[in-house]
């Protein structure tokens, strides 16, 4: 230890402590940014389109048809798809920082639950048909894993 009061302090920075794995918090805290993200960003999206194209000039039964039509091809159906597979990434990045995984097994995981719930929804309510569905879904698991892969990228 110097004696020189003016000199900036010396210390060990270097964290060996290894902290242990948390995957249910990290797997239900992902769940909650995919669902709860994607329902805020849908609602978000919908209400500034809704208030673009009513001051566009649009009628009553023309915002109406573009919010009965919310196919995937569609401008509406895709700033939510957009929105659905950011709020996937941010999932996957957040599964895997808060679960301190060290591969891609709790953002996996993750994927494989929105995977069934998605589907199992898409199926039973016949929200579009199959082929979109499994697309829109595989893209969904795809972007639930760059976030983890990012997030295990990013750790020091």
């Known amino acids: 230890m110097s004696h020189n009061p003016y000199e900036t302090p010396r210390s060990d920075l270097q ?3 290894t902290l242990p794995v948390r995957p249910v918090r990290g797997i239900l805290i992902g769940l909650l ?30 915002i109406e048809s573009a ?19 950011g709020m996937s990434y941010l999932a996957g990045f957040f599964c895997l920082r808060i679960s301190r995984g060290t591969n891609l097994r709790y953002p996996m995981v993750l994927a494989l639950i929105l995977l069934v719930l998605t589907v199992g929804t ?3 309510w016949n929200l579009m048909d199959l082929f979109t569905l499994l697309a829109l879904s595989a893209l969904s698991f795809g972007s639930t894993l760059l976030g983890g892969a990012v997030a295990l990228q990013a750790r020091p």
């Open 67 to 85: 919010f009965t039509n919310t196919d995937p091809s569609s401008a509406l159906g895709a700033m939510h798809t957009v929105a659905g597979l």
């Open 15 to 17: 964290q060996n402590e």
């Open 33 to 62: 940014i995919d669902l709860g993200g994607s329902i805020l960003a849908a609602t978000a999206i919908s209400f500034a389109y809704a208030i673009y194209i009513g001051t566009q000039g649009a009628s009553a039964s023309e």
């Open 122 to 124: 898409g199926v039973a």
